[in-house]
């Protein structure tokens, strides 16, 4: 008779368990071992490549976000930032949109994450030197809309004074 780590003394029914729970564990890990890579097909990947001998096209990578610039801009000042004081300062922006983007820029290394170890966790985002240095093109960038207000009044009407 063999001994299988003490199983001829469990009771059928204690077997039945163990085989059930055994069986759930092998059934789960085949599952997750399937679906794992079909959720790594799902991720979003850029159509088109980045173009790689064309400096404008790299810089835009960066920040062709619609929100990125803004992001950018609040946080030029160098004090960090908790990501719901961000999103109270563009109540335009989506919540999830702004973290994915601020993921992103955390990546690109345009800002860093510092993350607390406190309950509730806590975090905050600051603006890095990489970051800083696009801080010109983007006031580049507000003074040129600045100077052609005219050509947005025409495009999209008063609604912008309407919203303020």
């Known amino acids: 008779m063999q001994n299988y780590a003490g199983n001829w ?3 059928s029914t204690e077997k039945l368990f163990i085989y059930r729970k055994n ?11 399937n679906f794992v890579p079909k ?9 088109i490549p980045v173009d790689m001998d064309c400096p404008l096209r790299l810089t835009m990578s960066l920040i062709e976000s619609k929100w990125k610039s803004c992001i950018l801009d609040e946080l030029r000042n160098g004090t960090s930032m908790r990501p719901s004081e961000i999103h109270k300062c563009l109540p335009e922006a989506a919540p999830r949109v702004l973290d994915i983007q601020l993921k992103e820029m955390v990546e690109d290394g345009l800002v860093t994450k510092t993350i607390y170890p406190e309950l509730p966790p806590r975090s905050e985002y600051k603006i890095t030197e990489l970051g800083l240095s696009l801080i010109p093109i983007i006031d580049l960038m507000l003074k040129w809309g600045t100077e052609h207000y005219d050509i947005f009044e025409r495009k999209y009407g008063n609604t912008a004074n309407d919203k303020i």
């Open 39 to 47: 959720i790594k097909l799902m991720a979003y990947e850029k159509k």
């Open 9 to 11: 003394l469990k009771s």
């Open 23 to 33: 069986f759930l564990y092998m059934e789960i890990k085949q599952l997750l071992t």
